[in-house]
């Protein structure tokens, strides 16, 4: 009996980027998305993930909804850009609509998400949610979940179907406040539900001193399966966790007269050696952030802090001229930049994923299955940010639900692995890392509301000519009532 075709895999493109509250030059960053298409790959993605940190200002950002809109447009026009060169350039006939169709778009204050698609009906089941940890558990601080279905083909015409899960955030800054930022991560494994964990859990016996006969009730019952079905960690779906992390190289500020990372490829400082330094790896290794995510390599200097260097005065006639016309701005490589002397740089923007499981290999008879890598690097730098775009193009293989969550063989084996003493650390598909948050639904729709309120607030404090209006507004109001008394 011949072995079943392989699962074929969905092309996607995720890119995160710290916009630092400013909008992006459609034409240069669409640029640096061609040339990004382009590395290690013949074809345009399927699928493209936006992940975007300080979108738009803080005010806007709260209000949300429709007020938000040009921004992400900005986005969306810079992506179909990039698409049609690339078609164009690869001598096909230039598209007369948009390569990539929105398929989704959420933001939690001003961390945000994007979901483009070739082919929007090869998507179902779509969802959003977020959450926000920053003051008062506002989203200046936050994290926003996608998941969806998607469907394709096998070589034997056979529909296959896999679902896929998307976290964009922003967690702390500052090098010292590494506690926070792993904490910021349990806020996201607990708090950011693609349903009301309290459909789920009301009713049940309150919990016990040490927690022992809560589990056992959650395991008897069905409970735990359900919670984690609706986690970031649900154990049927791939999971891509990106964003400004936040993670730098040291707990401290640099000193005067500190030896920074160079990108000087012969420089005893290269930045290649800076990265044992990093805290991401480091905190990852000891199990206490990004619990069972795995990285590519990273060969890319670090991302932030960068500042950027004013633009050389034009030096011809017709250099003047393309300055005028912005044509200057859509052909530039890459704004010239050095790092700031007040922060340690850090590889803060990252994307990573969970890799596939044993299990799933036995199950699909594909022991070869794997996340296959294109590329994994950063978009050059752009003037309008401190940071600079990270994007990973990768193939997921489309593994059905079924077959990519664990067995209950599976999880007794993950499990055993645990207890024994090799150091072995349990699956998050298993056993979630963090117990889910039964309040954090409701929790989150509350300072929603009052976000939307500070939000107003605040754009109508910053506006000379909104306060104009609303202080004519309340003149004639009061004007009227004072004649109708």
């Known amino acids: 009996m011949p072995p079943p075709p392989a699962p074929p895999t969905v092309d996607i493109f995720i890119l995160t980027f710290n916009a630092a509250k400013n909008s992006i030059n459609v034409p240069g960053f669409a640029n640096h998305l061609y040339n990004a298409f382009h590395n290690n790959a013949t074809t345009l993605p399927e699928l493209v993930v ?8 803080l005010a806007k950002a709260f209000i949300g909804d429709s007020i938000l809109k040009p921004y992400f447009q900005r986005y969306e026009s810079a992506v179909n850009l990039a698409a049609a060169k690339f078609l164009t350039g690869d001598g096909q006939t230039p598209p007369k609509d948009n390569v990539y169709r929105l398929a989704a778009v959420r933001n939690v204050g001003m961390t945000g998400i994007m979901l483009l698609a070739r082919d929007k009906y090869a998507l179902r089941n779509i969802r959003t949610t977020d959450l926000g940890f920053g003051a008062v558990d506002m989203a200046n601080k936050g994290a926003v ?24 955030t922003h967690l702390q800054a500052f090098e010292w406040k590494l506690d926070m930022r792993n904490k910021n991560w349990e806020s996201i494994v607990s708090g950011l539900v693609f349903e009301d964990p309290k459909r789920y859990i009301s009713g049940r016996a309150p919990q016990s001193e040490d927690g022992g006969e809560e589990q056992r009730l959650l395991e008897q019952d069905g409970t735990q399966k359900a919670l984690h079905d609706i986690s970031i960690y649900k154990p049927g779906s791939h999971l891509f966790v990106t964003g400004d992390l936040n993670y730098r190289l040291s707990t401290t500020a640099p000193e005067t007269g ?13 930045y290649s050696r800076f990265f044992v330094m990093d805290q991401l790896t480091a905190e990852k290794a000891a199990g206490r952030t990004l619990h069972g995510l795995s990285e590519a390599e990273i060969k890319f200097p670090p991302t932030y802090k960068l500042k950027v260097l004013p633009k050389k005065r034009p030096e011809t006639e017709t250099d003047l001229l393309r300055a005028e016309e912005g044509e200057d701005d859509a052909e530039e490589e890459e704004a010239e930049w050095k790092w700031v002397v007040y922060r340690w740089p850090g590889w803060c923007d990252r994307v990573l994923y969970l890799d596939i499981p044993w299990w799933a290999k036995e199950a699909t008879s594909s022991k070869n299955l794997e996340m296959k890598v294109a590329a994994y690097d950063a978009l050059p730098a752009v003037r309008t940010s401190d940071h600079r775009a990270v994007y990973l193009r990768v193939d997921v293989p489309v593994i059905e639900p079924e077959d990519l969550a664990p067995s209950p063989a599976a999880i007794e084996t993950e499990l055993a692995r645990s207890s024994s003493s090799n150091g072995h650390m349990v699956d998050p598909r298993v056993r979630l890392p963090f117990p889910i948050d039964p309040g954090s639904w409701h929790h989150r729709a509350f300072v929603k509301q009052c976000e939307r309120v500070i939000g107003w607030s605040m754009l109508i404090s910053q506006s000379k000519p909104v306060i104009a209006v609303f202080a004519t507004l309340l003149i004639i109001g009061l004007g009227t009532w004072w004649l109708k008394g």
């Open 50 to 57: 936006f992940s975007l940190q300080e979108m738009a200002p």
């Open 145 to 168: 979940g996608l998941r969806f279905l998607y469907t394709k083909e096998d070589e034997s015409g056979q529909s296959r179907q896999t679902e896929l899960t998307f976290v964009s």
């Open 258 to 270: 500190a030896v920074f990372p160079s990108i000087d490829p012969d420089s005893p400082d290269h």
